[in-house]
């Protein structure tokens, strides 16, 4: 049943929306290359785990090291400002690299566990 007041909810004020905008890691959490806000390579999970095409392709096979889940392209924030507060220079990438927090077998052994199920069935 669809709800009249469902479509409402869905609009965001310019505050709401800074205030939830991605991190825009500078880097591969996994190889330390820079990931650059404008990156085509950039990968990302729904946690924001950050790691390049590379990785995600050969290393990870499409498993989030972190939390398991799959990765999507990350989306490229707009340095125009189209509309007032919302631009790359208004709500800035990160600026604090990140890397993970366990061994490289580690990661493997991870990634061999759960790769052979698509990211909708882990
Ligand atoms: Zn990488
Ligand atoms: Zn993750």
């Not at 919302?86 to 690299?97: G, M, Q």
């Amino acid at each position: 049943m669809l709800d009249a007041s469902l479509g409402a909810r869905c609009v965001l004020s310019t505050t709401e929306m800074t205030t939830m905008a991605l991190e825009l890691r500078p880097n591969c959490e996994y190889c330390d290359r820079d990931l650059p806000p404008a990156s085509k390579l950039a990968r990302i999970c729904t946690y924001e785990c950050t790691f390049c095409a590379d990785c995600v392709d050969n290393v990870l096979f499409n498993v989030c090291p972190n939390c398991g889940g799959g990765f999507t392209q990350r989306p490229i924030r707009p340095v125009n400002e189209w509309r007032p507060g919302l631009s790359l220079a208004k709500r800035p990438a990160s600026t604090k690299r990140v890397s993970l927090s366990y061994e490289l077998a580690n990661i493997a052994a991870h990634s061999l566990r759960i790769r052979n199920f698509p990211p909708e069935e882990r």
